[in-house]
């Protein structure tokens, strides 16, 4: 069985005989490998599961949370970004020494950045994520994601406002709301359609409902609240108002590196 990866981290120091045996390749090496690719398969989590185990948890701890400003099971790091970016830290190191070079085999260089996507967990869905430069250009653009967001102050307010998406949702989710949008739509962001007792009827978004009243944005990007009583009918939509994505996995991988940056800061 095949599950997809993504997003960043960095890895722990261990003294150099912990490697001795081990057969070095290059991060360009590794990336070669990769690239074209990205596909993880669930062997290559439960691999990263024990390397990361035995080679990184003495620094970073068992859940990847021990070094300040990086949690490695939920995707927080000070630099890296992309996968790309994650396969240089662990082959070359950073922070000027305090993060060492790994000398790790192809597969389980593979098998850390799988583990590290998939959550910590070594039964989870690893997801890539790519470079989150391509990744605004096709939300932007081709993706067509912007004709309907709102990110930062700028877009349609038709869709919910994605501008701190990347610190509320996980990697897995996001990929599921673009691949998979009707088994990852929240309720309240389904579509509804009313009809008032003034024969008016509307569509749009709900914001949110109580006992006596509703609250909406209308295909106009008008904000709403109406009264219960006064509605004739109120439809939510068991579809949602998008459909899959036709982005190939390399260019949703992109998207998903651009979204996990929107974390509501400027």
């Given amino acids: ?27 360009q090496q590794a990336l070669a490998q990769e690239v074209g690719d990205h596909q993880y398969t669930s062997e290559a989590v439960e691999t990263g599961s024990q390397v990361y185990t035995q080679q990184c948890a003495l620094c970073h701890g ?16 000070r630099t890296v970004q992309s996968d790309a970016d994650l396969r240089q830290v662990i082959s070359e190191g950073a922070g000027q020494g305090r993060m060492p070079a790994f000398s790790l085999r192809a597969e389980e260089l593979r098998g850390v950045i799988a583990f590290i996507r998939a959550g910590f967990d070594p039964e989870g869905v690893a997801v890539i994520i790519g470079d989150p430069v ?13 004709d309907c ?4 102050g700028v877009g349609p307010r038709t869709a919910p406002d994605l501008s701190n998406i990347g610190a509320i949702r996980t990697p897995a989710s996001l990929q599921r709301n673009i691949t998979d949008p009707a088994t990852a739509l929240l309720p309240i962001n389904r579509p509804v359609r009313l ?9 749009g978004r709900r914001l949110n409902e109580d006992t006596y ?13 109406l009264k219960k009583v006064d509605l004739i009918s109120y439809e939510i ?20 590196g651009y979204l996990l940056t929107l974390r509501g800061l400027e």
Wanted: charged letters at 25%.
């Fill in 213 to 225: 009243t509703v609250q909406l944005i209308d295909s106009t990007e008008r904000l709403r609240s």
């Fill in 134 to 146: 391509r990744g605004k250009e096709l939300f932007e653009g081709e993706g067509q994601c912007a």
């Fill in 62 to 77: 068992p859940q990847g949370a021990l070094v300040d400003g990086i949690n490695l099971s939920i995707g927080q790091f």
């Fill in 1 to 27: 069985m095949k599950t997809q990866i993504s997003r960043t981290a960095r890895l722990s120091i261990l003294p150099a005989l912990a490697f001795s045996g081990l057969l070095a390749v290059s991060a």
């Fill in 237 to 256: 939509s068991d579809e949602p108002s998008k459909q899959p994505t036709t982005m190939s996995s390399d260019e949703v991988a992109d998207v998903i």
């Fill in 149 to 152: 967001h709102r990110v930062r």
């Fill in 195 to 203: 009809v008032t007792r003034f024969e008016e009827t509307i569509v």
